[in-house]
């Protein structure tokens, strides 16, 4: 028999739509019920590719005795913290509280009002399974007993947890605008924790840095032009060491993920994280936002140093995205799993004897590469990682075998796919296909970011309002996410629709998710009451809608000189103030657009004859490294997307370039040279 959430359309509900726990989406309907029957409520949050979570539906929600147990004394609601990242931040925030640790599946009992009173993660069958005092099934029997003979004390501890996370999640007091001690301060802590021999943070688990390494690159960008061996102009910072520091610091980490095995070697695409300090061993399932975020930071990397092994990863990365995690609409899927066969990594790990019946004579030294050995690394089995950066032999072995390993494992049962389509997680890998466009020259890319936008816009938007999925109503991040890409997008391509969509979906969060005091909620004023109305203060695993909304706002400032944007954007700082003065790396998406805001943003517009091209100029600014620029193509003639293409004709019938520093405006040139010089 299935329960309610059959009706569901998100593939982690499905997974628990035939489980003898009946299980209710959540909505109003949930919390009547818990009222109607006087009894608790057994909130479950998860997503589709989470190992633990899977297991604790094998051994608790597939249970016959313990669903009756929650169907008997509960009303039990299951989340996709996925689709409501909105419910999960609140009630994580409620269990961090009562264990100091957090994680998923996230298992929290509320009252019928919605406040929690006991909370933690996953949880054991029974007593004395994995080592456990207590199991899921003695707890459910105590808090329901406390619930119906306690009930004071539970609803009271309900009121006090209930007023701590409100007051946790309410925003700081705005401050000045962040200043030059910002990013002196977050260079200090990321040198402080930086892992020297195997880069990003000196720890285990060790989890993708992006945001670190884009941050770095900016800080040396920053520090090299004040100093003068860049010939340009900037506050200053750190001096010419402490600029090669930043850069040695950013490259280092790149390279050292994309050669551990939380890169997959064969198939592309980066893993969630590796369980060790060491990049080797990772939890395998890849997620739809890390990897966009990766090729963000592999892009710019390249940029700034034109390795190209970097460019390579950026490039494989898209490849595998636009392989395996492209719907037919041309938007993008959310996750594949960690587990296949029951058991996490089985489709991803090799043995001497699986390499030696797919390679043959070449098995022998791509073992040697891969640190392939009879003992394994994994469980008995191997997971691929490369010690060093291949030379040019290696690298041509590498993709000589590739495709024949990616033939023989593709025959392997695969690990879910979560078809899920988000409009947040869409918006960063449009931004990532979109800014790899324009860098590497590839039209694919740049046809698949704009595909991408279409689909997202034709089945997320309606009527005005944008959604994160098709029922579920738009976030903050899904708004500031999304518009980050088409700004990328207008860019790329100089089309004017993508430059008015992102201006509207701003519009919409100025109209309906502002704090008076500056930036965002995650949730608008129309959305349904929940126990707290947060403002994301902190960039994790994905950065904030606040971060993200802060550095687009600025460039749209640049983009189109309305004086709005840069307004919002200082505000929207001067709220988070305090905590970027106290702790700048908890904001590490921000300090992109800290740096932006103390730049001096260069406008560079490319202006091409009718039906002409401004390739030649076009690849002269692609290269180049320039956080703190915006770029405008426009063809003569046509409507002028911003003011700054108005009124600028291409000289002599050849594609132009005008490069200005806040109004402040260089002649145009024709030739890429001068363009060179002028950048």
């Known amino acids: 028999m299935a329960n309610r959430l059959a009706r569901e359309s998100s593939p982690y509900l499905l997974q628990h739509a035939h489980n003898p726990v009946d299980w209710w989406p959540w909505g109003t309907e949930a919390f009547a019920e818990a009222r109607r ?44 913290r996925e689709e409501r990242p909105d419910v999960d931040a609140i009630y994580m925030q409620a269990v961090q509280m009562l264990t100091r640790q957090g994680g998923w599946p996230m298992s929290v009992f509320l009252t019928p009002d919605g406040k929690p009173f006991f909370g933690g993660t996953y949880f054991p069958a029974r007593d004395g399974d994995r080592g456990a005092r207590i199991g899921f099934k003695s707890i459910l029997l105590e808090l329901a007993r406390v619930y119906r003979e306690e009930r004071e004390r539970a609803v009271s501890s309900a009121e006090q947890i209930a007023q701590a996370v409100q007051q946790s999640l309410a925003a700081d007091k705005p401050t000045g605008l962040p200043g030059l001690h910002v990013l002196h301060g977050a260079m200090s802590y990321y040198a402080e924790v930086f892992d020297p021999a195997e880069g990003g943070v000196r720890r285990a688990p060790k989890f993708p840095s992006s945001m670190n390494v884009r941050f770095l690159l900016r800080y040396w960008k920053r520090s090299r032009e004040a100093d003068g061996s860049a010939g340009g102009r900037a506050e200053p910072t750190g001096g010419a060491l402490e600029a090669e520091q930043a850069l040695r610091m950013a490259v280092l980490t790149l390279e050292k993920m994309a050669l551990g095995g939380i890169y997959d070697q064969v198939g592309g695409g980066f893993h969630r994280y590796a369980t060790d300090a060491h990049w080797l061993v990772p939890h395998f399932e890849k997620m739809l936002y890390d990897n966009a975020l990766l090729v963000m930071a592999y892009v710019e990397g390249w940029q700034a140093t034109h390795n190209e092994f970097l460019r390579r990863i950026a490039s494989d990365v898209l490849d595998y995205v636009a392989r395996e995690m492209t719907d037919a609409t041309g938007a993008f899927w959310s996750a594949t799993d960690a587990d296949s066969e029951g058991e996490e990594g089985t489709f991803f790990v090799w043995t001497p004897a699986q390499l030696r019946e797919v390679l043959g004579e070449d098995a022998e030294r791509a073992a040697k590469l891969f640190g392939v050995t009879e003992e394994g690394n994994f469980e008995g089995k191997n997971v691929l990682s490369l010690s060093h950066v291949p030379d040019a032999g290696e690298q041509a072995f590498l993709e000589r075998i590739r495709p024949r390993l990616y033939a023989a494992r593709a025959k392997r049962p695969p690990p879910l796919t979560d078809t899920k389509i988000l409009t947040s997680w869409n918006g960063l890998m449009i931004s990532a296909f979109a800014r790899a466009a324009l860098a590497f020259a590839r039209k694919d890319y740049l046809d698949k970011a704009a595909r991408a936008a279409d689909a997202v816009l034709e089945a997320h938007f309606a009527e005005g309002i944008l959604r994160r999925t098709g029922r579920h109503p738009g976030l903050l991040e899904d708004h500031a996410f999304l518009a980050a890409g088409l700004v990328d997008l207008f860019e790329a391509t100089g089309e004017k629709r993508w430059l008015e969509k992102a201006r509207s979906l ?23 009451a929940l126990l707290a109305r947060e403002k994301p203060a902190y960039d994790g695993a994905e950065p904030t809608g606040n971060s993200v909304a802060a550095l687009t706002l600025l460039r749209l400032e640049a983009i189109t000189s309305a004086a709005g944007y840069r307004e919002q954007a200082e505000e929207l700082l001067r709220s988070f103030g305090s905590l970027l003065a106290g702790a700048p790396a908890a904001l590490g998406e921000m300090l992109l657009a800290v740096d932006f805001l103390l730049g001096e943003a260069r406008e560079v517009v490319l202006v091409r004859p009718r039906n002409g091209s401004d390739a030649p100029l076009l690849d002269t600014v692609r290269a180049r490294f320039a956080p703190s620029q915006v770029l405008v193509r426009h063809e003569e003639g046509a409507t002028a997307a911003t003011p700054l293409a108005e009124d600028r004709p291409a000289q002599g019938g050849k594609a132009t370039a005008y490069v200005c520093v806040r109004g402040a405006c260089k002649l145009p040139v024709t030739e890429p040279a001068e363009l060179d010089k002028l950048l």
């Open 506 to 528: 701003h519009e919409a969060l100025a109209q309906r998710f502002a704090d008076p005091e500056g930036g965002f909620f995650r949730t608008p004023a129309d959305h349904e």
């Open 37 to 80: 029957r006087d009894v608790p409520i057994f909130l479950s949050v998860g997503y589709s590719t989470c190992h633990w979570c899977h297991v604790m539906e094998r051994e608790s929600f597939e249970d016959e005795e313990i669903a009756r147990v929650l169907n008997d004394h509960f009303v039990a609601i299951k989340v996709d």
